[in-house]
């Protein structure tokens, strides 16, 4: 009896965060600096800034295999392998396929990076902002629910997480993309330029903008303090940046909870389930499987935070059953796992743009050009729901142009000289959530840690479609209209999940019949458990969604807080 006291004790903290990426390590850091002693628990292995980065300062002839990955690499890792980051320089911020099984009763793939800092090691930076446009939508437009928030609720939670994590950007002024606080821009090159005046001169809806990333152009006070230092604009992030040029869980939040004395960092630590007191009504801890000793242990804390990304989220809260909540943790609505959306990633346009052949630009600019979005924005003005926002991004061919042929001293000569300029396009679109798109967890079939696997039921509809081709036309009508040449649009067919933006399955909303969380991210029937990664989202809007996640979790804590009485 005593022993067990004991253990508990020992196992106690004020609060537990699960998961240490993005919106986990934003948690930590916020109840360490509050002064609460917080448990990160993260499945993965241990990664610290700079140190744990093997390749971040490798030439292209130091990899065996010059960057690519190689056939061995790409049979063990048949999902991540799709994705555009995963190469041989950064294949070890990957999951390994097999070892992480799950069930795609339709294709989805689900990419992963299982570490400490989880995926805002290999993520793209791209930040931008909800607005009232996204958050009405589904009221507006008859979908999903309504959003128990509005923009004016979340905009100071934006400011605060912007300042601390360094946005680069321009004030934009742009109604359905609220300004960010920002640090120095990017800039355009020569022909995005061109095509922003041609975009300017033809059309009264659209605007190219620099994409808004989580970059130190010019770093203040507290970025310093974080001990991360300017950009380079080299654009090797993927491997992590020794320079804590960009954000990540590793280079700024995580190191800066520690600092206060108030962090327990736990990795090889994969959560089971949430514990749930059916006499206290409330959870009381989590189960935890020690991946090294594959022992389960049991952590207690007053206040838990679910951070392990969308899917691991709601596979965590389905897993936690108990008399009270046979179906999942907090499920009394059913809807648990349902209504995940994603974003559609499918059309691309590739050209040429003659001339302009005695410009250049410098370094590798780790952003692009954006279009926000312009469909649907003030009304419904298609016959499809929502919209896209637009990148592109131009360049001259490297020394590789295409393949060309020769040999010799007049070869070489000629592959010193930048190539032609070549533009890609690509589209980031809205899909509606519906009921069918789920998750749930397999009957019989079990990781190797005894959890039930993930079945991924997920798939696009008409809307999508439609929205695919819409921007098929408009890309090609803009490139058109720049003077672009040799405009190639392609759809990719790819499944949902390689856009690495799922969000749902765990709603926000404003009655406990139709929605998971409460305003403040709290589960409607289980108060002390909060949710504030992608799992939380109602809707997806057309954004990149992280910035959101961020903005949420540190208003959420702000509430645990206050509310809370017992921490
Ligand atoms: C190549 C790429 C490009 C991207 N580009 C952008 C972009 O430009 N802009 C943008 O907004 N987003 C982008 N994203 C998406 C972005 O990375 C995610 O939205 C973000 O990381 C989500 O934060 P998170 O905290 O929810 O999850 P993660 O950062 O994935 O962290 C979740 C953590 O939880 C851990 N975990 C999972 N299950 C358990 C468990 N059972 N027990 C313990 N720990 C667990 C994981 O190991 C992981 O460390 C990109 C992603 C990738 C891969
Ligand atoms: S581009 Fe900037 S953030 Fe990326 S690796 Fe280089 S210095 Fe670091």
């Known amino acids: 009896m005593n022993l067990s006291i004991n253990s508990k004790k020992k ?238 869980s590793n280079s700024s939040t995580i190191p800066w909870a520690a600092k206060t004395g108030n962090l327990t960092l736990r990795p090889h630590s994969v959560v089971h389930s949430i514990i749930y007191d059916e006499q206290k009504q409330k959870a009381t801890g989590v189960r935890v499987v020690d991946t090294n000793s594959k022992e389960m242990l049991e952590f207690f804390a007053e206040v838990i935070f679910v951070n392990a990304a969308c899917l691991n989220t709601n596979l965590i809260l389905l897993n936690s059953t108990s008399s009270r909540f046979p179906n999942g943790l907090g499920n009394d609505s059913g809807l648990l796992g349902k209504y995940v959306a994603f974003h559609n990633y499918r059309g691309s346009l590739t050209a040429s743009f003659e001339g302009y052949k005695d410009k250049y630009y410098y370094g590798r600019r780790p952003t692009t050009a954006f279009i926000p979005s312009f469909r649907n924005v003030f009304k419904q003005d298609t016959d499809f729901l929502r919209g896209y926002m637009v990148a592109f991004s131009a360049s001259r061919a490297g020394w590789h142009q295409g393949g060309q042929e020769g040999f010799g001293a007049e070869y070489k000569e000629n592959i010193t000289q930048p190539g032609d300029w070549e533009i890609y396009m690509m589209m980031q679109g809205e899909t509606v959530p519906k009921e069918q798109n789920h998750v749930r967890l397999s009957k019989d079939q079990k990781d190797a840690w005894g959890i039930p696997q993930l079945i991924t039921s997920i798939e696009y509809d008409q809307n999508d479609e439609k929205l695919l081709q819409d921007f098929l036309m408009q890309g090609t009508e803009i490139l058109e209209k720049s003077g672009c040449k040799n405009i190639s649009p392609y759809d990719s067919g790819q499944a949902p999940g390689l856009d690495i933006h799922e969000m749902g399955g765990v709603r926000m909303g404003k009655d406990p019949k139709t929605s998971l969380l409460n305003q403040w991210n709290q589960l409607h029937h289980c108060k002390n458990v909060y949710v504030t990664d992608g799992a939380c989202m109602t809707s997806v809007g057309n954004q990149n969604p992280s910035l959101t996640f961020m903005a949420l979790t540190a208003r959420a804590v702000n509430h645990a807080v206050s509310t809370q009485k017992t921490i």
């Open 11 to 248: 196992n106690s903290y004020d609060v537990i965060v699960i998961g240490s990426g993005i919106s986990g390590g934003w948690a930590a850091k916020e109840f360490c600096e509050k002064g609460l002693k917080t448990l990160v628990l993260e499945r993965g292995r241990d990664v610290r800034h700079i140190t744990d980065y093997p390749t971040a300062m490798s030439n292209p002839w130091d990899f065996p295999h010059r960057g690519r990955s190689t056939v061995v690499s790409e049979t063990i890792n048949p999902i991540v392998n799709k994705c555009y980051a995963f190469e041989e320089a950064t294949e070890h911020f990957f999951v390994k396929d097999n070892e992480h099984p799950y069930i795609q009763e339709k294709p989805f793939d689900w990419i992963r990076g299982y570490q400490v800092g989880g995926k805002s090691l290999i993520w793209a930076r791209q930040t931008q902002r909800w607005s009232d446009f996204e958050f009405e939508a589904p009221s507006r437009d008859g979908f999903a629910v309504d959003w128990p928030i509005r923009y004016k609720d979340l905009a100071p939670w934006y400011s605060y997480v912007e300042k601390f994590t360094g946005i680069s950007g321009n004030r934009d002024g742009i109604a359905n993309l609220p300004d960010s606080e920002v640090l120095p821009p990017f800039e355009l090159n020569c022909v995005e330029k061109h095509i922003q005046e041609k975009v300017k001169e033809y059309y009264q809806d659209r605007q190219v903008i620099i994409g808004r990333c989580a970059h130190l152009t010019q770093p203040n006070e507290i970025h310093t303090q974080q001990g991360r230092g300017q950009c380079q604009a080299r654009h090797l992030c993927y491997r992590g940046c020794p320079y804590g040029g960009y954000f990540s």
